[in-house]
């Protein structure tokens, strides 16, 4: 894959198949969990948001897998009651991708299994239910539009949390002033993504002209946890 292809990539596969990623990696935890909440306010249940957070701390070593046992039991015990399709298929992305993480083709799994649940809850009823996630794709117009529409947000979270492989960005111990570090331990904390134009002026105080960084700071993209910049400005691998 070339840097143009990596830029014009629409689904995860793609760019996974480039990236050589450590398993299961806090990086790759911290995208399983964005693409999950994705998804997560439509099970109608705060228990999913929990165990995202819970599943975030475990990638930030503040908690243990196994300290994730009592939210899988109650999920599981949801799962158990036989829900609909969509449930099924964003349980089963969440566990893959963020929860059970093992290795790169889990992750890639639950990607598909997040997309999937994407497409069943705009189209659930439209197509053969017998009918393989493949054939329905083929088959059912709203189907392949919601499912390739999930994966291309999927690709966004992807590009803020491993940026662009293709230029390797140094961050200048000079730039990393107490006020830059403090503002980004405080938007990865809160979650406060809006307040990354202020870092990006933060760190041109302290003489950063990199255009990757501050654009990626001062544009519209979507942030979550595990943000290129932010990592590069916290020190997180």
């Excluded at 570090?181 to 002026?201: H, K, S, T």
């Excluded at 002209?209 to 979550?224: K, P, Q, T, W």
Aim: aromatic share 8%.
């Amino acid at each position: 894959m070339t840097e143009a292809e990596w830029v014009r990539a629409t689904g995860t596969d793609e760019l996974l198949d480039l990236l050589h990623l450590p398993v299961p990696g806090r990086k790759m935890r911290l995208a399983g969990c964005a693409c999950g909440r994705r998804v997560s306010p439509s099970l109608a249940t705060p228990l999913f948001d929990d165990l995202l957070t819970a599943a975030e701390r475990v990638a930030d070593g503040q908690l243990t897998q196994g300290d994730l046992s009592p939210l899988i039991h109650s999920t599981q015990q949801l799962v158990d009651q036989d829900p609909p399709p969509f449930f099924q298929y964003a349980v089963g992305g969440i566990g893959f991708a963020a929860v059970h993480l093992v290795d790169r083709r889990y992750f890639q799994h639950g990607l598909s299994l997040l997309a999937n649940a994407a497409a069943y809850r705009v189209a659930p009823a439209t197509s053969d239910p017998e009918l393989n996630d493949g054939r329905r794709m083929r088959s059912d117009p709203a189907w392949h539009e919601a499912w390739a529409a999930e994966q291309s947000a999927q690709v966004a979270l992807l590009r803020d949390v491993f940026g662009n492989p293709f230029r390797t960005v140094n961050f200048d111990p000079a730039w990393l002033t107490p006020t830059a570090v403090g503002l980004a331990e405080a938007i990865y904390a809160d979650r406060a993504f809006d307040r990354l134009p202020i870092l990006a002026d933060s760190l041109q105080d302290a003489g950063c002209e990199d255009e990757a960084i501050l654009g990626h700071c001062r544009g519209d993209g979507v942030h979550v946890r595990g943000c290129w910049v932010l990592d590069g400005v916290l020190g997180n691998g």
